[in-house]
DNA sequence: CTCTGTGAAAATGTTCACAGCG
DNA sequence: CGCTGTGAACATTTTCACAGAG
């Protein structure tokens, strides 16, 4: 399914590890910013609510970075989680949907900040296009394709109705995306060379609704076993 | 950590089905509207995007409610699915924070027709408190301990900014919620009978970063040993 | 003596492959 | 026959526990 990675180039991140990784990240720039030079592995468990060795576990697939009997250099680590999670080179991305999701994604301080930049967004809607978000122009959808290619944008993030995803995606595609991070709640298709991701927020709050449902029926339970 | 559930009443479901069933949840609906009566394991897997085995397997741990030869009973699963994730009893939700992922949230139409109601909301900033969204009243945040409590409400959503989370968070506890979904970028501690699940928004483009990257180097790494 | 790095064990999740029901 | 349900094989992830670097 994956090319095999020519191995002398870097070993191979798990996939738990990697969507694990921003996270550490996070959690460094804090420190960073609250001027600490060095963490131990629980430390940064404890500021990222995952256990310590699994910690260590995942900053040893990236190299040996830490100083036994210290913790890590937390600006090198910094550095080293962002190179491999590919955030030092600019990425642009365009968005497809401007409703409140799509506004809410362009104003969020977290994709700017690190690597990523807004550069294009499009909806179908006739009294959107053509007004400004965030200091940006919005097109038409049909632009997506043209813009994609010309502007080098490498993103494209769908937060449309689940009736337009597929068109939208296939758009992007055309335009010659390498990634696409679809929040509407449609199953989409792209040819396998194009990554795609989903997050789905209806489905969170109904996994939530499992557990939250589960448990005060346990604690109904435990409460009948306890009579 | 996790109480053992009495094993007459039902049979543990691992996590990762029950993060897959509100994704067959949701096929199944468009299956219904379309009057499709009947699916197999094949169908729901292409509708879904996930394999056949897995699907097959994931449905046995509800009971051995399909027919061979035939498939699953669309709306048998639809009502067996609901069931086992709590859908079908009807749940309040409170909303913190009503920027735009608020408001997204608060619109968003697969919150309100899965058997979840948005039923109060909240901010800190004086000019929206008072304000109408979605036909509510925005009210302080102060009071969501008493409304939360008074009210009825369930499940805290916070879409606040990273500082205030914790607060917030705090507060819904106060209340009485049972379980919360985190949007804001923090690390929060809540006691343990309360469920916490957190959606990262910028955390999901960055692991898509990861992949996009590392397959450009891919594709890169393949040239070059192509020669 | 502290804290990393990592083999090895345990737990969880996925895929295969096929017996057997309708 | 077609398609489910499920043991058994395989793969991935988590946790444990400790040797050894600083």
Redesign the interface.
């Known amino acids: 399914m994956?090319?095999e990675?020519?191995d002398a180039?870097q070993r191979r991140i798990p996939e738990a590890t990697?969507?694990r990784?921003?996270?550490y990240?996070?959690?460094l720039l804090d420190f960073s910013e609250r001027e600490v030079s060095t963490v131990s592995s629980e430390k940064l468990a404890a500021?990222?609510?995952v256990n310590a060795a699994k910690v260590r576990k995942d900053l040893s697939y990236l190299g040996s970075y830490g100083t036994r009997g210290v913790g890590y250099d937390v600006e090198f680590l910094v550095h080293a989680i962002s190179q491999?999670?590919?955030?030092t080179?600019d990425?642009k991305?365009g968005i497809a949907g401007v409703?409140?999701?799509g506004?809410?994604?362009v104003?969020?301080r977290?994709?700017g900040e690190?690597?990523?930049r807004i550069a294009a967004c499009f909806d179908s809607d006739p009294l959107k296009i053509g007004t400004a978000v965030n200091d940006m122009t919005v097109s038409s959808i049909d632009e997506i394709e043209a813009s994609v290619c010309a502007g080098g944008i490498?993103?494209g993030?769908i937060a449309t109705p689940a009736a337009a995803a597929q068109d939208v995606a296939d758009r992007f595609v055309a335009g010659g995306v390498?990634?696409?991070?679809n929040f509407a709640?449609a199953?989409l298709t792209v040819p396998p060379?194009v990554?795609l991701?989903k997050?789905?927020?209806?489905?969170?709050?109904?996994?939530?609704?499992?557990?939250?449902?589960?448990?005060?029926?346990?604690?109904q339970?435990?409460i009948e076993?306890a009579k």
């Not at 491999?84 to 955030?87: C, E």
């Not at 789905?200 to 346990?218: C, P």
């Open positions: 994956t090319l990675y020519p180039l990697v969507s990784l921003p996270l990240l996070r959690s500021a990222t609510g491999r999670l590919g955030l080179r990425r991305a409703g409140n999701l506004r809410a994604l104003n969020y977290g994709f690190r690597g990523f490498t993103i993030i390498l990634g696409i991070l709640p199953v060379e990554t991701r997050v789905d927020l209806s489905i969170e709050l109904q996994i939530l609704a499992f557990y939250v449902g589960r448990d005060s029926g346990l604690i339970a435990a076993a």
